[in-house]
């Protein structure tokens, strides 16, 4: 009878060498990021230079003093260098808004907080570029808008926080708060780099201002009061100078009295019919003295 062969038992692997992998990899992806850095700093330097996206990637290969073999094991092309610029300006963009709405006292605050800084961070500036917003990023909008969508998402993240914080505190009314976050989003944005609304013969900007109320109406719902012009006064509020002008009014108009509903009945009837009889015949007599006079007077008629 032959033995059965035991199962092999896996030798765990010794703990030097998981340390010496996890300190060669920890390495090998700090030299990466930061040959990444280094392109990315030399990208954004010919930006600023040129007031353009308009460069080659032989010029940031250049200007980083890398390989161009570094440049293609890390980006595909130009136009991924672009988006990485693009969604690391975001990324920093919604870090501070978050943290300086943070001084907000409740979620709705915060959310005004927000919307006016997006809403500056989006102006134009006079004299001052900024080609990766204004260019390519409109190019991206119509080319590759999943990319541009993938791009907002931290900024989309903590707009949707703050409206369902909103909504939670009772100050807002939404069933789907990230939708909401993307269109108040979307309103600032672009109405911040829309040109000024013609009023008259002179051009009006919308201001900040006017961009919150109009999102406060949305995110408090139809029907909603807002502000005490429309509030209806109290029962123990004195009343105000029309008020009092409409009552002095209404008592200086007499009222009309609606005649009362009489019944009269068949015995009623008869007593009326018995006094008015003599009169009826006071006047008769007294028609018949008239006509005779008028004769004595006037024989001739």
């Known amino acids: 009878m032959s033995a059965v062969p035991a199962e092999p038992v896996e030798t765990p692997e010794p ?27 030399a990208a954004q330097e010919l930006i600023a230079d040129k007031g353009t996206t308009d460069f080659t990637v032989q010029e940031v290969v250049e200007r980083s003093r890398q390989s161009l073999r570094s440049f293609y094991q890390h980006f595909d092309g130009k136009h991924e260098l672009l988006l990485a610029l693009f969604e690391d300006a975001l990324s920093t963009s919604a870090a ?71 909504v939670e505190a009772g100050q807002a009314v939404t069933a789907k708060p990230r939708r909401t976050a993307s269109l108040i989003m979307q309103t600032a944005m672009f109405t911040a780099q829309a040109p000024a609304a013609p009023v008259g013969a002179h051009p009006s900007p919308i201001t900040a201002e006017e961009v919150w109320t109009f999102c406060l109406g949305g995110l408090r719902g139809p029907g909603t009061t807002q502000g005490p012009a429309t509030t209806a006064p109290s029962a123990d509020a004195p009343a105000t100078k029309a008020t009092t002008t409409t009552r002095k009014a209404s008592a200086a108009t007499p009222r009309t009295t609606p005649a009362k509903k009489t019944t009269t009945t068949p015995q009623k009837r008869a007593a009326a019919a018995k006094k ?10 007294a028609s018949t003295s008239k006509a005779a006079a008028s004769k004595a007077t006037h024989p001739q008629a």
């Open 15 to 41: 703990a030097w060498r998981q340390r010496a992998v996890e300190r060669s990899t920890r390495a090998a992806k700090l030299r990466a990021e930061q040959r990444v850095q280094r392109f990315l700093d």
């Open 96 to 166: 501070q808004i978050r943290e300086k709405a943070a001084a907000g006292q409740d979620p709705l605050e915060r959310l005004k907080i927000a919307v006016d800084l997006l809403y500056d961070s989006s102006t134009p500036r006079e004299g001052q570029q900024s080609p990766l917003f204004t260019d390519f990023a409109i190019q991206l909008l119509v080319t590759h808008p999943d990319q541009v969508a993938s791009a907002h998402l931290p900024l989309l993240a903590y707009f949707t926080e703050l409206v369902e914080e909103a």
């Open 276 to 285: 008015a009889a003599p009169a009826k015949k006071t006047a008769t007599k």
